[in-house]
């Protein structure tokens, strides 16, 4: 079973960064696709991004492109969400797990961290 630990949220600017980290205990990741996914104030989890197999960072939402990237470490089975140019509504708790658009593949989710932004 493979056990998810989020690190790196944290309370900044609008305009700032943060480096999300994903730590993942249990066999190695190398043969799936992995996603960051957020749950915003009053709203539905949502998938992010993910990273492919060859670690390739695709974004699924308008919203982020551009400021987000995805990568991944299989030699440290890790996963990370670098964040550029924050917004108010990026203000959500982060999760990473497989990547699933449709939630019916995924292992138990870790903790989050939590992204606050304020202008």
């Known amino acids: 079973q493979v056990q998810l630990v989020e690190s790196g949220g944290g309370s900044v600017r609008a305009g700032e960064s943060l480096r999300l980290s994903c730590a993942a205990a249990?066999?190695?990741?190398?043969?799936?696709?992995l996603g960051w996914y957020r749950r915003r104030p009053g709203k539905e989890r949502e998938l992010v991004a993910r990273?492919?197999?060859?670690?390739?960072?695709?974004i699924l939402l308008d919203a982020v492109k551009g400021r987000f990237t995805v990568s991944r470490d299989n030699a440290k089975n890790a996963l990370y969400l670098e964040m550029n140019n924050l917004n108010l509504d990026d203000t959500a708790e982060y999760y990473c797990?497989?990547?699933?658009?449709?939630?019916?593949?995924?292992?138990?989710w870790g903790r989050g961290t939590q992204v606050t932004v304020s202008s």
């Open positions: 249990g066999p190695p990741l190398n043969d799936y696709q």
């Open positions: 990273a492919n197999i060859r670690g390739e960072s695709i």
């Open positions: 797990n497989r990547a699933s658009p449709f939630f019916d593949i995924l292992w138990p």
